[in-house]
């Protein structure tokens, strides 16, 4: 299990640090921060800030996850993230479309953060190797193995 962990941590994790790479090397070119200042409530009167917050959950949750380090943190920044995206971006959009937006990608994102926060990095992670004691192999799980969910 923790392999699969490990893959899906670092691909899932790569793509978010890119996408939020990307908002943060040219935030005036992506026209990101202009969008999140016509999000409505909070988001007009501090979209520098929100923005901002955004891209670190992105950034900064996607090295986290592709590492395996603060996971359940970074996985709690990423699904908080991508829960906004979904209602105050898409909730009227299509599940899947062809031609233009969907929610479809946000969803993805927001579900990968709820599995991460509930199951942990596994123990092919750095919180693997500084939280999970016991034996080193998935063999026989125990009792003692639910208990650890890093």
Known sequence: MSLGLLVLRVVVGASLAMHGWSKFQEPARSGFFENVSHMGGPFESHPKI?????V????GGG???ALGGLTR???FAILCNFIVAIWKVH???PFISTTGRAMEPA???AAIGMAFLLIGAGRISI???LFCKGSKTEETPSEEDDNQKF
């Open 50 to 54: 929100l923005g901002w917050a955004s």
């Open 56 to 59: 670190a959950a992105e950034l």
């Open 63 to 65: 090295i986290l996850l």
């Open 73 to 75: 943190l970074a996985a």
């Open 91 to 93: 909730l009227h959009d």
């Open 107 to 109: 969803a993805v994102y």
């Open 127 to 129: 919180d693997g190797m």
